[in-house]
């Protein structure tokens, strides 16, 4: 879709907090309209800050941002209201229940129809799977259910954009399933997801396009399938012959040859056929318990961007 207004832009985005740290340096983000974006990095690397910005809620030391081709302003509503958000630790009222939370959050809003609340809140709840517990106090809720109801919260109206930090912080892996299946689900009726997580599986699972955080910067953004395709595959062998293999494979043309314990592996560059290589191995006799071709993951191209380990310290 392109020549479509994003559904975010920023330029230049910025924050420098009191004290000196530059949180966020010189962001240039585009989101299309339509994708489950990715907003990828380790700890600290500035995601929930560069959320606020774009939610008006800190502003920005530098650059600025759109939503929808209209600039976001601290204290400026603008096309927010085309917009739900779960921000990291949604605040609740712990003495009321679930279903209370969301009907006085719905009650603050002033776009929201009290005549068609009831049944709002209903769909919310069922959305996010809280139904059974929507008469439970919030402080009752365990870290998942706080995040659903912050969730619930997020769809009590019909959204063009969901900003959602670390979504699925504190579920258990059902509870991740269930929230990436409803994010999959409401991205497939047109809903823009902009989702930020540490999580690189997380990612490669729902997201069509991502962008790369390191230490404040963007380090990659396009689509999870250009990034993974931006590394080389990988020609894998195993074998209790690794020296001889290696031999064969460099003979063969292969580059980047590395051989650890019974694995020898090689760029799976596009002169390299792999049925020939495998004849070949075969033919010098080295005994071949397994051969393929190993596609990178976005693990791999996070490390190789990035060079640095990925830290997921929850
Ligand atoms: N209010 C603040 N004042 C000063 N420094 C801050 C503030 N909020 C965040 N920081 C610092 O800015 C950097 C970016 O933090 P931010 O929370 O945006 O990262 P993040 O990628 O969202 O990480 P996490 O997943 O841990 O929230 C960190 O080094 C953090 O310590």
Redesign the pocket.
Known sequence: MTGETPAIATSGLSKR???G?L??DGLDLRVPQGSVFGFL??????????IRMLLGLISPSAGGSELFGEPVDAGHVGTLTRVGALI?GPAHYPYLSGRANLARYDAADRTADPRTRAARIEHALEQVGLSNAAEKKAKAYSLGMKQRLGLACALLQPRDLLILD?PTNGLDPQGMREIRGLITSLASQGTTIFL?S?LLDEIEQVCTDVAI?SR?RLVSEGTVAGLREGLKARLVVTTPDPAEAATVLKEQGGQDVRAEGRRVDCDAHEDLAPDAVCAALVGAGVRVLSFGVERPSLEDAFVALTGEGFDVAE
């Open positions: 907090y009191r004290g740290q949180a966020v990095g380790p700890n600290g690397s500035g995601k929930t800050t560069t990291e670390e930020s540490h955080m404040g």
